[in-house]
């Protein structure tokens, strides 16, 4: 099989959530959930092996409902967080909780993907996050840094600070702030941000962004009309601390930088219908990956908005003078955003897509019948941008 060749998961129900298990740094694992209204819902834990090209899984039952959203502990392994539904008087509500998985879960089961037998294992519920009359649950964002205790929750127009406490059996709710304006608003989707000391999150309801600091929750900037439809996802750069990529219905993707919002500072108009996801590579921020219900998975090159858009900066000293004049001839070159590849193994509207927390060069992406494809960056841009860090960076250079 080639190296770059996708690799295939095919869940029993359908599915919109997935996740990176993202305090696991070692082994290549996703956690999807599933949508069905007849049997009782699952997690999937998928481990994938990078040398033989194979996905182990194993199954954790959520019987509290269909899953909307997943969300995994930055911290700890075996905590998750869930949106899913509940009838309560006869209302449709989506709730939140926090949960834990078995110990006896082992990472890499050899379970096979087509052995539909395999014994499925409990969740244990640690605590509910559902504050009194605030209303569905749209998503729950976890503290990027720090001990996996604090995460904020949306609840219709609510923005709710939680605290996680005796092993996150216990929700205490810190603080909140509600949106405030004529009819009803609701939350979409909600992203905290891994810079400013982890006191910033972005939200968005309808067509607009709006930045919200955790100490205050007070509203620091706002994006009115920044798409021209929903707002569906939002992503913090990581390593440029006031850009922002969103998406929407109106099959674009935005980059923004908070400090002038009355532009977006890039345009992407590559999808042809709504776009549900938008996430930045973790380690090379100039790689951005999307998914649509056109059912493709674009994979873009954004060098010239990147934390490194000519790669590292050296001395002088370390250059020999044709070395010099190549990378002064490449500097005054304007770096040219691309689409890298466009992948098209999903057949229904790719809701999901996400890096590996361990692994930078492979993502996955999740479709609703239920498809989940693992693919990975390719080859010859991985090794470019490995040798262009090479060249330009002084610590190599001196090895």
Not at 25 to 54: C, M, P, W
Not at 260 to 284: I, M
Not at 379 to 392: C, D, E, G, N, V
Request: with cysteine; aromatic share 8%; hydrophobic share 35%.
């Amino acid at each position: 099989m080639e190296d770059d060749a996708p690799v295939i998961y095919g869940l029993e129900f359908q599915a919109r959530a997935l996740t990176p298990q993202t305090a696991e740094t070692d082994a290549i694992r996703f956690l999807v959930g599933t949508q069905s209204l007849k049997y009782d819902n699952q997690i999937h834990v998928i481990d994938f092996d990078d040398e033989n090209n194979i996905i182990n899984k194993n199954v954790l039952l959520h019987q509290a409902g269909e899953i909307w959203h997943i969300s995994a502990s930055p911290s700890d392994k075996g905590v998750l967080a869930t949106c899913y539904n509940k009838t309560a008087d006869s209302k449709v509500v989506t709730c939140a909780a926090v949960w834990r998985m078995p110990l006896e879960l082992e990472p890499g089961g050899q379970d096979s993907p087509e052995d539909a037998a395999s014994p499925a294992h409990a969740l244990e519920l640690l605590c509910h996050l559902e504050p009194a009359a605030r209303g569905s649950t749209a998503c729950v964002a976890w503290e990027p840094a720090g001990d996996g205790k604090r995460v904020i929750s949306l609840a219709d127009n609510h923005i709710l600070l939680w605290d996680l406490q005796e092993s996150s059996s216990q929700a205490m709710l810190a603080s909140s702030a509600s949106l405030e304006g004529k009819g009803q608003l609701k939350f979409t989707t909600g992203r905290w941000s891994p810079h400013h000391n982890c006191s910033q999150v972005a939200t968005a309801n309808d067509t607009a962004i709006r930045g919200w600091d955790t100490r205050t929750m007070s509203q620091i900037y706002c994006i009115e009309s920044a798409h021209g439809q929903l707002v569906r996802d939002l992503d913090f750069n990581p390593n440029k601390q006031y850009y922002l990529a969103s998406c929407g219905d109106d099959c674009k993707v935005k980059f923004w930088d908070t400090r002038n919002v009355a532009e977006p500072v890039k345009t992407l108009e590559e999808h042809s219908h709504w776009v549900w996801n938008v996430r930045y590579n973790h380690s090379h921020d100039q790689l951005v990956l999307t998914g649509s219900s056109d059912s493709r998975v674009i994979l873009s090159n954004m060098v010239s908005i990147s934390s490194e858009p000519f790669g590292h900066l050296v001395d002088d000293d370390d250059l020999s003078d044709q070395e010099e004049r190549r990378l002064e001839e490449k500097s005054q070159e304007p770096p040219q955003d691309s689409v890298i590849a466009t992948y098209e193994e999903h057949e229904d509207s790719v809701y999901a897509v996400d890096w590996s927390s361990a692994d930078p060069w492979l993502f996955a992406s999740l479709s609703y019948d239920g498809r989940l494809v693992i693919n990975r960056v390719p080859r010859a841009l991985k090794y470019h941008i490995l040798l262009t860090r090479r060249l330009r960076c002084p610590i190599w250079r001196r090895r």
